[in-house]
């Protein structure tokens, strides 16, 4: 129920850069997110977690973020699932950090929260 396995990550280098080339962006502070959202297809999405160097020069601190990323994302998930299996989309989205400042988890999984429910209205 509460899982982030393999299938859900983007990984593929072609997905990724259609991602970036096609796809469409809103802000968030502190998460720049890109998407790309697919019709008529079998409700599948794939999420890439992002924490540049270019914010956090540390590597402790951009695993840190990222692995708050990962569990706010996972926790939250479920109904992004199931908007997208009754809507038939496939949606490829990234969450980029884009803050300075390492935040804590509740902040972090607040503005998840507030992500995923805006891409479940884009759904619409």
């Known amino acids: 129920m509460y899982s982030f396995p393999k299938k859900e990550r983007l990984c593929s280098y072609s997905r990724i850069h259609e991602l970036f080339a096609k796809g ?9 997110v890109r998407y790309m959202l697919e019709k008529d297809k079998d409700g599948k999405h794939r ?3 992002v924490c540049p ?9 951009r695993n ?4 708050r990323m990962r569990e706010a994302y996972r926790l939250n998930s479920l109904s992004l699932k199931n908007a997208l299996k009754t ?11 884009i803050s300075k400042d ?8 607040n503005k998840i929260c ?11």
Do not use: G, W
């Open 24 to 32: 469409d962006a809103f802000l968030i502070y502190p998460f720049s």
């Open 47 to 49: 999420v890439m977690i």
């Open 53 to 61: 160097k270019r914010y956090q020069h540390l590597a402790v601190n």
């Open 64 to 67: 840190l973020v990222k692995r």
């Open 87 to 97: 809507k038939n989309c496939n949606l490829d989205f990234s969450l980029s950090y």
């Open 102 to 109: 390492v935040l804590p988890y509740e902040q972090i999984n």
């Open 114 to 124: 507030e992500i995923l429910t805006v891409l479940e209205n884009k759904l619409q």
